[in-house]
Structure formats: structure tokens, C-alpha cells
């Protein structure tokens, strides 16, 4: 059974799935990309696979930050996986509980200064992240405030940005 656009019955399955075994609900998601040294180029790309296939995705940065405004630059796309992970944990909450929605728009916004990044400040590199929705429903408002309570607490994305995660990088060094 299909409600927004997600299939219920599949998520009702991994539901039982991690009650059974919550080690199911464990998953590792990786990127890998490259850096392009072509001039006049968009500046990096990543093959992503899924289930169905692979998508090649490309960055670049804006021009007053050296790149050519090829391609999105990579807080973009930041900003693309916070909304597409936003909406879509709001409408598997909606789904799961029923609640039909006819049309759906996430915006998230952010606002930043770059004068970190360029090392001439220590202030915050983003100072803030909005995400609006515009839904469609014949739902009750209190039903609509309360997903998008539920969807706050419950998406990977929001979960991100307002909670540590400990981060670590590593230098392997390639013999030239």
C-alpha cells in the first residue's frame, strides 16, 4: 500500500524487522568523490550508487570562491540532502499515520559567513538553517503541527545539525 508516494507496507515490514533485531536498523552510507583539475571544469564529482543504479553528481565551486558556478557548490547540495531527508521523513510519518498530502515543498535556507573559511574571522562559518514547508491537506492543522514536531525529532538530517557528532579525518599520503 502506497500513501504520498511511500510504500507503507514496506516500511511497516522494516518496522517489525528492527523490533526483531535492532542491528537492522544500523546502515553505512558512503561518498566517494574525486577532484577535477581540468580548468574551466566543474571542480568535483561522485559516482553515488543505490538500489536501482548510480547517479554521477557534480560540484563546483562559485566563482568568488574559485570555481567556474558550473554546478551547485557543495553547501547546496548540504542543503538538498537537509530537504529531501526532511520531507521525506515528514511524509513517511504522514503516510504511516494516515494523513494524505497533495502537495509538498520544503525550502531550507541557510545564512552564511565566509570570513572563517577565508581565515580572517573565528566567527561561525553558518549562523543559521531554516527549513519551511508548505503543505497541502485536508488534514487538521494540529495534526500538520504535530508531524512536523515528529519529523524535527526523527530526521537524520536535522539530527545532524543539532546534535555533536564526532568527526574524524585522515591524510593518506599517495607516493607521487
Not at 50 to 57: A, C, D, L, N, Y
Not at 128 to 143: F, G, M, Q, R, S
Amino acid at each position: 500500500m502506497a500513501i504520498n508516494n511511500i510504500n507503507t507496507e514496506a516500511m511497516g515490514k522494516f518496522v517489525e524487522e528492527v523490533k526483531a533485531n535492532p542491528e537492522a536498523a544500523k546502515k553505512i552510507k558512503t561518498v566517494e568523490g574525486v577532484w577535477n583539475f581540468t580548468p574551466g571544469a566543474p571542480q568535483f564529482k561522485a559516482v553515488m550508487e543505490f538500489k536501482q543504479g548510480s547517479e554521477t553528481v557534480q560540484a563546483d565551486f562559485a566563482p568568488f570562491m574559485g570555481g567556474n558556478g558550473l554546478k551547485p557548490d557543495p553547501i547546496q547540495y548540504c542543503l538538498f540532502g537537509l530537504a529531501s531527508c526532511y520531507a521525506g521523513t515528514f511524509m513517511s510519518l504522514a503516510a504511516m499515520e494516515g494523513v494524505e498530502i497533495s502537495s509538498l515543498k520544503v525550502t531550507a535556507q541557510n545564512h552564511v559567513d565566509l570570513t572563517r573559511t577565508l581565515g580572517l574571522s573565528d566567527n561561525p562559518i553558518v549562523e543559521n538553517v531554516k527549513i519551511t514547508i508548505d503543505v497541502k491537506t485536508d488534514a487538521p492543522e494540529e495534526k500538520i503541527s504535530e508531524l512536523q514536531k515528529l519529523a524535527y525529532d526523527r530526521c537524520p538530517g536535522v539530527y545532524c545539525l543539532t546534535n555533536p557528532i564526532k568527526l574524524d579525518t585522515e591524510v593518506k599520503l599517495i607516493p607521487a
